[in-house]
């Protein structure tokens, strides 16, 4: 049996007249940057999203570069940020000559761990970067708490987790100062190439930084700032029109999936339940922990990435190979241990969870279209490997 780790051609199978029909109207118009396809979008995403303002940009990254931009982040400024995370999250701090700041991660949600943020804060910090890693919210509760109590702005990374439902039911993305999200294919809402939204509910904000995905211009030709070709393009914007109404399916599809593995896991002994709270894997697999599950909100996790630990990782991924079975790492190197920042001299004990993390974290194909055949084939094999 094969089981990509995704396999985006069954989902515009599903959607092809719709899809088809939509980049057909957008050539035909001739009206290919911005323009009425990104409005409504735009529109769309701040209901979804549950803000007052939602502007389409480039891609995940540039959003994340743009909220650095809008809140006027300099050289030598300090932004706090997980060490175990995709690297946009610190490459955009490092590209604006700032510096990022490392935290450990929560050994439970992956997520940053809120404990180790205020003994990183100094008088140079200038913003807090918590990621909603693979689809699931952090504690923002407690970051917004120390983030007011030190009047530090907070920049919500939603790329992983766009409709995921905190605890107290808004999404993420909106309970910061500003939200960013990625649109790239896998994502559970993916674009034709590269996408990103920027949302805010603050009205400055949302107008400098509509000005600033366009080179900081208004009117044409009048620049008020320097800013950037953060566009979105009216064919992505197009393709996830017809995409966004479905979405909320598609959650649900994950979330279903993510039970058929807690409970084939758990018949066939290799885990002890669901959530898990211990961070010890020895001879067993730790399954992912979906903290909000019993607070009512359908969306407390939406499984962007269904991310399993296990020991002898490496050696698992090679016999899944071998059994045509797709999985990721994500992420092998945090970023305390990535080339690119040796100058910050990090101390590589400081990031115990994020070490292991690294060192035993494997994502396990969890799309939509999934069948439960698939997913049992998947558990059984990884039984096989654990004998």
């Excluded at 990374?157 to 500003?178: E, L, T």
């Excluded at 996408?195 to 620049?223: I, W």
């Excluded at 479905?246 to 758990?266: K, P, T, V």
């Excluded at 269904?306 to 002898?312: G, L, Q, T």
Aim: glycine share 6%; charged share 20%.
């Amino acid at each position: 049996m094969n089981v990509p780790l995704l396999d985006l051609k069954l989902q515009y199978q599903s959607l092809k007249n719709e899809l088809e029909a939509a980049v057909l109207r957008v050539i035909e118009s001739q009206s290919l940057i911005l323009g009425s396809e990104v409005a409504n979008l735009e529109s769309s995403l701040a209901d979804y999203c549950g803000t007052k303002y939602a502007i389409g940009v480039s891609s995940g990254t540039d959003a994340l570069l743009m909220a650095l931009m809008a809140l006027n982040i300099k050289p030598d400024d300090e932004v706090i940020l997980p060490t175990y995370s995709f690297f946009a999250t610190a490459g955009v701090v490092a590209r604006l000559f700032a510096k990022p700041i490392f935290v450990d991660s929560n050994p439970i949600t992956y997520n940053i761990n809120p404990d180790l943020i205020e003994e990183k804060i100094t008088s140079k910090t200038k913003a807090i970067i918590p990621v909603h890693l693979y689809g699931q919210s952090c504690d923002m509760d407690r970051i917004i708490e120390i983030a007011d109590k030190h009047g530090i702005p907070v920049i919500e990374d939603a790329a992983q987790a766009i409709g995921c439902q905190y605890r107290n039911g808004k999404r993420v993305g909106s309970m910061g100062i500003i939200g960013c999200y990625s649109f790239y294919p896998t994502k559970n809402l993916g674009a034709f190439g590269d996408g990103g939204l920027v949302v805010t509910n603050d009205e400055k904000l949302a107008e400098k930084l509509f000005q600033m995905r366009n080179h900081g211009m208004e009117p044409k030709y009048h620049h008020k700032f320097v800013g950037g070709n953060f566009r979105l393009d009216a064919l992505q914007a197009a393709v996830l029109n017809v995409k966004l109404p479905h979405l909320e399916s598609w959650h649900s599809r994950r979330r279903q999936n993510a039970e058929i593995y807690y409970n084939a896991f758990i018949e066939l002994g290799l885990a002890s339940g669901v959530g898990i709270t211990e961070f010890d894997v020895s001879n067993k697999v730790l399954l992912p922990t979906a903290l909000y599950k019993d607070f009512g909100h359908k969306n407390y996790h939406i499984y962007n990435q269904f991310v399993i630990r296990v020991e002898k990782r490496d050696e698992l991924r090679k016999f899944l190979s071998e059994n045509s079975i797709g999985t990721e790492i994500y992420y092998p190197v945090p970023f305390h241990k990535q080339e690119c920042f040796a100058y910050l001299n990090s101390n590589a004990n400081e990031f115990p969870i994020a070490n292991r993390l690294a060192d035993e974290s494997i994502a396990l194909p969890i799309y939509p279209e999934l069948s439960e055949e698939q997913i049992r084939y998947v558990v059984s094999k990884i039984a096989e490997f654990m004998g």
